[in-house]
């Protein structure tokens, strides 16, 4: 079946632009994630949600980031004004429900210039 | 959540069997442990998981021992598909978020 799948795959942005990712999840999938991870690091939570409901935000590093999932599914993770240190590439994740059962998407490569 | 400390890189060669060895002194009691692959360009899969002795499935086995202060990721018979950033990641089974260290990047040579 499907796997989670994000768009763009790639994405340059001139310093100071808005931009949204966008994550489908695999479907029925009731819990979703987000991560960023910069060149030679690991992936970094950024947030959570469990269908609609956003419960914890505590890894997203300022508030010109956003994220949401308002039916459940689909969710869009948004940078304004972009900087520099935001280049990195953003993975999103979907499980039934618990961490462990993370399933990765391949992410998508924000550059910013 | 504990921290985990694993080698930066290990180098190999085909046909060996690899063991990556992660340390978790901090581990709490229920904390399982797990272990995730990525490879360039892709989204981290997971491997596998356990919580104590040994765990095998078709892609690699776990050894924990008694203290669980430690576990190994063991890879047999690598070959050059293998290479890749092996995480060892510490947490409770129903934690919201996942905890990655910078990982052991492996290499295996022809």
């Known amino acids: 079946g499907a796997g989670v799948s994000q768009s763009p795959r790639y994405k340059v942005a001139k310093r100071g632009q808005d931009v949204a990712l966008r994550c489908d999840p695999i479907s029925g999938h009731v819990s979703l994630f987000w991560y960023q991870q910069a060149l030679g690091q690991g992936p970094e939570f950024l947030t959570y949600f469990q269908n609609e409901a956003q419960l914890d935000k505590s890894g997203l590093p300022s508030d010109r980031f956003f994220a949401e999932r308002p039916e459940g599914s689909v969710s869009t993770l948004k940078i304004q004004r972009t900087q520099q240190e935001d280049s990195a590439v953003y993975l999103c994740?979907?499980?039934?429900?618990?961490?462990?059962?993370?399933?990765f998407g391949p992410g998508t490569r924000l550059t910013v210039t | 959540l504990a921290k985990t400390t694993q080698p930066i890189s290990m180098d190999s060669y085909e046909g060996q069997e690899v063991n990556i060895t992660c340390s978790h002194n901090n581990i709490a009691t229920n904390d399982y442990i797990t272990w995730y692959q990525q490879f360039p360009s892709q989204g981290p899969r997971f491997i596998i998981q356990?919580?104590?002795t040994k765990v095998t499935n078709e892609v690699a086995s776990l050894f924990i021992p008694a203290d669980r202060k430690s576990s190994t990721l063991s890879l047999p018979r690598v070959s050059l598909s293998d290479t890749a950033v092996y995480y060892c990641?510490?947490?409770?089974?129903?934690?919201?978020?996942?905890?990655f260290g910078t990982g052991t990047r492996l290499q295996v040579f022809p």
């Open positions: 994740a979907s499980s039934l429900g618990g961490s462990f059962g993370q399933y």
């Open positions: 356990g919580y104590k």
């Open positions: 990641l510490v947490g409770a089974y129903n934690t919201d978020k996942l905890i």
